[in-house]
DNA sequence: TTGTGATTGTGAATACTATCACAAATCAGA
DNA sequence: TCTGATTTGTGATAGTATTCACAATCACAA
């Protein structure tokens, strides 16, 4: 377990097996192959161990992989054998939908708490949790050191909420608004944007339309 | 417009390009520099400018880019000047907080409708829209010949509604499932998926704990 | 023990992406 | 009209990522 500079989409990739290790677990398989976990995640055999030889040799020539020490190994590397508590702000639509469908199956995550400032709808129920006061959050960050953020208030309000977060000593941030956000150095901001999905789907669709001759993507 | 072959990363970045310019242009701007756009994007204005230059050249030198232009062009690039019809298949948590939160805003898109296959709620509403069999999808998909899907169904049901998609016609699709898909080489699928960006998130803050060198991500 | 078939890990080659740095173009004001 | 301050578009360069291809290794059966 070297690795100096690892790129962001090794680190997708590696979320990614992690994913088909758990889902092969209950399948009730006790090893898979780089071709395997390949196939599962649209690319080549060659990347998969491209990516794992970053971290160590953790494969069997002639066999594969076992599943379990694999797994044990990627959640080491990611950082997600115990993983941090996840809260959101923002007990909208949005907000609510997540807190409900909830983290289940997803290597150990949960949802923790849902915070908004409506008054009219701190107390209420969302799913099974209260829907408590934005003014909290502070204390909650305090006791649970480390915690993600999922942001998902009106729009026009994130900046708001991720000074809010920031203040309460929040570092790590998933945000669903669409707005441009002012990003302090120490903060890692990552974003949802449906949007910017149906883009890339529109783009593709009529590209093909145009010249048929599908050249797909330059690199996935 | 030559464009031979475009990453999907500068499409990404594109997409970026064009909420920006919406934004400025609520705003009131009539133009706009390529340090403007990079700082709104977080990227160098070298990089706005190599990604614009692939298409052609949109800028005046001295001044800037024309925001209605570049907008204008923009929309030409990725196809959204008309942009399709969305559908919605699963109303349950995640797929109600969609059609419910819509898409105003996103330069054109919006929900058309949303099925589901569960009776007791076929018939009732999602926000105003009423909840449709999944089976009429095939008729809403062949009059509009090109869709946009989004996947929301149960866990494990995903293979099951994309197939259904693909059988009526549909070719481009944003899942919001983890299971791994199997996708035919004409269809494109894109995923949401909030627990890879909680690895990266967790990846990202327990790195920076153990080196505090911060030496973020090798690219991107 | 030896042979066979499968699979890993990785050097080398290829392909892609980002960054640098500056000439050319534009504008505003003297 | 001329000057200086800007900003674009892009050749050239540096830096990353992916693919290829194969020696090394392992499991297993004869
Ligand atoms: N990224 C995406 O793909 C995507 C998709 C749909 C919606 N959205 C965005 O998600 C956000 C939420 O959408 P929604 O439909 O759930 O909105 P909503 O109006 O239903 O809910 C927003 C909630 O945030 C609360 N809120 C506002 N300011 C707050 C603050 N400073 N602190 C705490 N709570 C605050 C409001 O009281 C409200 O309850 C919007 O910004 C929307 O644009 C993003
Ligand atoms: N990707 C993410 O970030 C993320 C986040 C949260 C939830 N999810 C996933 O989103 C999905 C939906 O979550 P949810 O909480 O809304 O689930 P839910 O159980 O509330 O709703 C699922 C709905 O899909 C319907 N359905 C099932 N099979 C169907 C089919 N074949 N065709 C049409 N409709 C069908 C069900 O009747 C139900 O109404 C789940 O797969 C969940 O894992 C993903």
Redesign the interface.
Known sequence: MIAE?????T??R???Y???LR?AKLKGESIVTSRQLAS???ISSAAVRRDLSIYGEFGKQGSGYNVDDLLVNLEK????TD??P?IIIGA???G???M??G?N???G?SYEAIFDIDPGKIGKLCGESPIRSAEEIHGVIKDNH?V?A?IAVT?GAGQAALDLLIQAGC????SFT???LK?P??I?V?Y?E???????????????ERDPA??K????
């Open positions: 500079k690892v790129s962001e989409k680190i997708r590696l979320s990614h992690a994913r088909c889902l599962n995640c649209g590397i990611l950082g997600t993983p941090p996840v909208g639509s949005i609510c939908a997540l409900v469908s983290l199956g997803t290597g995550y480390e993600i999922v729009r570092k790590a941030v998933l669409l707005e441009p990003v150095e120490d890692e990552r949802v449906v949007s910017t999905e149906l883009d890339v789907l529109t783009h593709s669709m009529r590209r093909k599908m050249p993507w330059s690199h996935s």
